[in-house]
């Protein structure tokens, strides 16, 4: 014989259930004939871990080493492919590609604080140092 349920009224409660079904969606009283309760574990609830918020970031400046000192700069996006003068040697320059980049910094998009990151972690996925939200650094365009 085929315990599994046909469909109908549940024999505890009264309540219509679909057929198939195992226990009763209303009063969980077991409906297949050829189960007992002892042979059906019911699973514990494990909640999913809340997924964080992951916001891009892209670099408003870098911070770069003068190529006549050697001193580190730190130049806004705003210039770049433009000459630019050393504020310690007064040496110009031109920030672009051929420079030593050092460094980024951009704005947290979570909490606005000032984060400088190395750009060898360009286009990975950070933890902001201020608020721990969870950003993905992206690279500016060359």
Not at 49 to 68: D, F, N, R
Not at 94 to 108: E, H, L, Q, S
């Amino acid at each position: 014989m085929n315990g599994a349920w046909p469909g109908g009224p549940c024999p505890q409660c009264g309540d219509d259930m679909p057929p198939k079904v195992v226990h009763c969606r209303t009063c969980r009283a077991l409906l297949n004939s050829e189960l007992t309760e002892d042979s059906i574990e019911i699973p514990t609830f494990v909640p999913l871990p809340e997924l964080a918020v992951i916001a891009a970031a892209s670099p408003k400046g870098h911070y770069v080493i003068c190529p006549g000192c050697k001193e580190e700069l730190r130049i806004h996006s705003k210039y770049k492919g433009a000459k630019v003068q050393c504020k310690h040697c007064n040496q110009p320059f031109a920030y672009d590609n051929t420079v030593g980049i050092k460094a980024a910094y951009m704005p947290c998009p979570h909490c606005k604080e000032e984060i400088r990151a190395g750009m060898k972690y360009m286009g990975y996925k950070v933890v902001c140092k201020h608020c721990s939200g969870h950003i993905q650094l992206v690279a500016d365009p060359q």
